[in-house]
Each structure stands twice: as C-alpha cells, then as structure tokens.
C-alpha cells in the first residue's frame, strides 16, 4: 500500500520559535508547534474534553490543554499528565522547499 502523502500547509518561516498555529488540513484539524527548532503536528483536539490544543501552553517539549491542564509529549502524543489518560494523534513532518508539510495518517 502506498505511504500517504505529504501535504503543504505553510512556509517554514510562518512558524517561529515557540509558536502554535491550529490547521485544517483535508479536514483534519492539526496543532502545529515549533519548538527547539523542530516542528510538530498533532491532532488538534484534546482526549479528555473539547479543547483546541493549538490554544495551550508548550513547555518541556510538551503541550498542555488549555482548559483542566492535562498534558500531551509533542514527540509522541501521550499523555503524560492527568486528567488527560488518552494518547492524542501525532502527524509526521519535514520541512521541504522552504515548507511545512505533514503527512496525515
Ligand atoms: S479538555 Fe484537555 S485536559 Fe480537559
């Protein structure tokens, strides 16, 4: 089976040091972070409740829900403060040609 494609969704120089940016790419709703440099994507939806997580906090390599402070690791998605329990999805990314592109699952 085919890997599934990478799409574009912004200029590497759109996303600065420390930024967060919610997304929706083919319908999917994405938080996008930048921070120590690299980029990362996850579902932009938090497992316990209907927060945005593009509105958190980045800490520590970490997000944290904006609205009871659970807390999700960028690099893989899990949960790693309560209330929160459930892993959140987590999207490949690269920057390619001067842009930010994910590959959805
Ligand atoms: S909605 Fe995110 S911790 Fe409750």
Redesign the pocket.
Known sequence: MDEPAWTDVMPDSALGEGAARGIVVDGTAVALFRTGGEVFALRDR?T????KLSDGFLEDMCIE?P????RFDLRTGRAVQL??TVAVEVFATRVNDGQIQIRLA
């Open positions: 938090c316990h409740g209907a927060a829900c609205l009871h402070e659970g209330p929160a």
